[in-house]
């Protein structure tokens, strides 16, 4: 019963996505290594360094999830503006480094005998692309799961997304650089152009054109939902492609996901008892504290795959770590709302 309760709210492919990512991984590797010839034929459709057919796939991730931001809701960021700001600091001014800091001791020195340099630095490149893309659309699912306000959980998601236009590319170049990383920069814009301003304003046209002329009913009840499994479907197709390339260095190095895990998962755990406890600290309710918590925990982790391979490539290191981070997503982010709903009796007689 206490599963239930805890998954209640995830759709069916969301629920177990852990398992499907998997099971994509291990059949795109089992395509490239028996099947070469299949990305070798899907290298031939490129432009810019893009691969076409991912970019098509990742825009169906993203669209759908960008349908339920209703800028309207950014004239309530006055109202109680403490949860907004654990949000801001904890998202941009604390996780993206944080993120370098853990990956570059995992990375660079306590795995320094285990991975060689070059792989090191290309799954440094991935861990700080997801520490610089906090969630986007997810948290409405861990929202939900621990009785968070959504209105609030909208003007948390809706400024993000507006953070992201002007934050992300600054602090990916700062911390890649950093680290001794080529910054293909009009790559980096181009990246954020396409997979995130066309899809946000695809979404924000399309609430406005549909609202009007068949209502906001029609629109948050009928049109959004049609999109329910096209995400997921589009993210699991773009790993069978990326773990495809990948086919051969996994074979031989499978201990890598493992490796590339520990950090994140960490580095996860850690942002949420910051955006959490400092919630509680500020004596902020449960209901903005919990999605306060995990909207820094969660990633936009479609971004992140999606700018890994735009600057690095499909058969990158930087691209498989990204992935790596929508493996572990799911089970993390569900323990983490177990966690906070345990800790809602403390917050209640905080109060």
């Avoid at 998954?7 to 490239?32: D, H, N, P, R």
């Avoid at 003007?155 to 700062?174: E, K, M, R, S």
């Avoid at 490796?259 to 994140?264: H, T, Y």
């Avoid at 955006?275 to 918590?293: I, Y």
């Amino acid at each position: 019963m206490k599963k239930e309760a805890n998954t209640q709210g995830l759709g069916f492919f969301e629920k177990y996505l852990s398992i499907w990512v998997l099971l994509c991984m291990v059949a795109g590797v089992l395509i490239g290594v028996y099947l070469p010839q299949f990305p070798q034929f899907l290298s031939q459709f490129e432009y810019a360094n893009v691969s076409i057919p991912v970019a098509i796939l990742i825009w169906l991730m993203i669209y759908p999830m960008m349908l339920k931001v209703d800028f309207h809701s950014i004239k309530e960021v006055g109202k109680n503006p403490k949860g907004l700001v654990v949000t801001w600091v904890t998202n941009w001014l604390i996780k993206p480094f944080s993120m370098y800091l853990i990956a570059l001791l995992f990375f660079y020195v306590l795995y320094k005998q285990i991975l060689p340099r070059e792989i090191a630095r290309q799954y440094l490149a991935g861990a700080v692309l997801l520490g610089a893309a906090p969630c986007t659309a997810m948290v409405f699912v861990w929202s939900q799961l621990t009785k968070g306000n959504p209105a609030y959980t909208l003007v948390q998601v809706a400024t993000n997304d507006l953070i992201i236009l002007v934050a992300f590319v600054p602090i990916v170049g700062l911390l890649l650089g950093i680290s001794g990383i080529s910054i293909p920069w009009m790559t980096l814009f181009l990246s954020v152009i396409l997979f995130v301003v066309v899809p946000l304003s695809a979404g924000w046209f399309s609430r406005v054109l549909i609202t009007k002329h068949r209502g906001l009913d029609y629109f948050e009840n009928t049109y959004i939902p049609k999109f329910g499994n096209i995400t997921i479907v589009g993210l699991l197709l773009t790993l069978v492609i990326i773990f495809s390339f990948q086919g051969q260095i996994i074979i031989k190095n499978p201990l890598h996901i493992v490796l590339i895990a520990i950090p994140l998962v960490i580095q996860t755990f850690f942002i949420f008892a910051i955006g959490f406890l400092w919630a509680k600290a500020w004596h902020l309710p449960f209901n903005v504290a919990a999605p306060a918590g995990l909207i820094g925990a969660s990633n936009f982790f479609e971004l992140a795959v999606a700018v890994a391979i735009s600057i690095f490539g499909l058969q990158s290191g930087a691209a498989v770590a990204t992935v790596v981070g929508v493996l572990v997503e799911v089970p993390v982010m569900l323990t983490l709302v177990k966690i906070a709903n345990n800790a809602k009796a403390s917050f209640e007689k905080a109060a």
